[in-house]
């Protein structure tokens, strides 16, 4: 089952609003990762943080790795349609083997014109 | 495109049949992992492999094993396959253990 908390599960927003997510857990991490997958595609890689409180920004998405090391956040600003797609969160556990990661269940994002 | 190819891309075959799915990792890893990805359970780690050894291994069934051979390429293979094990199978690549991993397209298996 899954690890992660991921929320929300959805999100229906218009175009040029921002979007929030993010992933808790009651366990430690050491890394965050942040994907986007599109229907019958491989999730593609969007933001790596490897440092509690680290803020990283790519384009208009930013993430930050929780404080507390049990969370993670990811914001897209301003979207636009082809924002639209399921966001996956994974963390590595500092108990968990290196390369082992944890997925969330995913955000579906839905961006209206 | 993220330098990771799967092959095949679609395969359907009956139950208790066995098949075998390719990877070949992004040039320069050495980290080869495989994920499940159904409907109803999300992405599942199955195992991970490094420079041809495993190294972790998540809830993959004893119907299934993997190998990372010496080209680094990797091999999952799936026996006495069940309707169940329908799903999206990933495999992913990694320049060591704690780097970031890049997914490829995907194999989608059906089972009928």
């Known amino acids: 089952g899954q690890q992660l908390n991921q929320s929300p599960q959805s999100m229906f927003i218009q175009e040029g609003e921002d979007v929030s997510m993010n992933c808790t857990s009651s366990?430690?991490?050491?890394?965050w990762l942040w994907y986007k997958q599109d229907p019958g595609e491989g999730p593609v890689l969007l933001i790596a943080l490897y440092k509690a409180g680290e803020l990283t920004s790519n384009g208009r998405l930013t993430a930050q790795f929780g404080i507390t090391r049990k969370d993670s956040f990811l914001n897209i600003s301003a979207s636009i349609p082809s924002d639209v797609g399921i966001y996956f969160c994974?963390?590595?556990?500092?108990?968990?083997?290196?390369?082992?990661?944890?997925f969330g269940a995913g955000t579906q994002v839905v961006v209206t014109p | 495109d993220s330098g990771v190819t799967q092959t095949p891309k679609h395969l359907i075959t009956a139950t208790g049949q066995r098949v075998t799915l390719r990877c070949s990792p992004r040039s320069g890893d050495l980290s080869v992992y495989w994920y499940q990805q159904s409907l109803d359970q999300g992405l599942q780690f199955l195992i991970h492999?490094?420079?041809?050894?495993?190294?972790a291994k998540g809830n993959i069934l004893e119907r299934f094993s993997a190998q990372q051979f010496p080209d680094l390429h990797s091999e999952l293979n799936l026996s006495s396959l069940e309707l169940g094990d329908s799903a999206l199978y990933f495999c992913a690549s990694s320049v060591g253990d704690l780097h970031e991993q890049y997914f490829g397209p995907g194999t989608r298996l059906t089972v009928t």
């Open positions: 366990s430690i991490f050491n890394t």
């Open positions: 492999y490094y420079n041809g050894e495993e190294r």
């Open positions: 994974a963390g590595q556990r500092t108990t968990d083997s290196w390369g082992k990661f944890q």
